[in-house]
């Protein structure tokens, strides 16, 4: 499985951005696709995930702020980020797996930076 992450960017603070995720290769009936993400000098952190039924999991800190979505027929996962804060800044690595290992495959990572 390989996954193409996009949509990383600069914006500023109170903005959006949409990070796409596609999935190629060995799919799996039940899966689950999420994002991930690190700071610089922190750990790396769940921001949300979704599985091919729909349900969703957020963390606390982007609750009502970041949406998370997939389209099953293209294998893609979408985070819909909304109301940009600095703490938001990090690397953003989409996921990949069944459900019982869901975060099986990792994507390549990609930059949101945001800052005025």
């Known amino acids: 499985v390989q996954l193409q992450a996009s949509g990383g960017g600069l914006v500023q603070p109170g903005g959006s951005l949409r990070l796409s995720c596609a999935a190629s290769?060995?799919?799996?009936?039940?899966?689950?696709m999420g994002w991930y993400r690190q700071a610089p000098g922190k750990q790396r952190e769940l921001v949300a995930t979704?599985?091919?039924?729909?349900?969703?999991t957020y963390a606390d800190s982007v609750k009502g702020r970041f949406a998370i979505s997939s389209d099953n027929a293209k294998n893609t996962v979408y985070l819909q980020m909304n109301s940009l804060k600095p703490e938001d800044t990090a690397v953003y690595y989409c996921?990949?797996?069944?459900?019982?290992?869901?975060?099986?495959?990792w994507g390549q990572g990609t930059q949101v930076t945001v800052s005025s």
């Open positions: 290769g060995s799919i799996f009936s039940v899966n689950i």
């Open positions: 979704v599985t091919n039924g729909g349900s969703t």
């Open positions: 996921t990949y797996g069944p459900d019982y290992y869901p975060t099986m495959y």
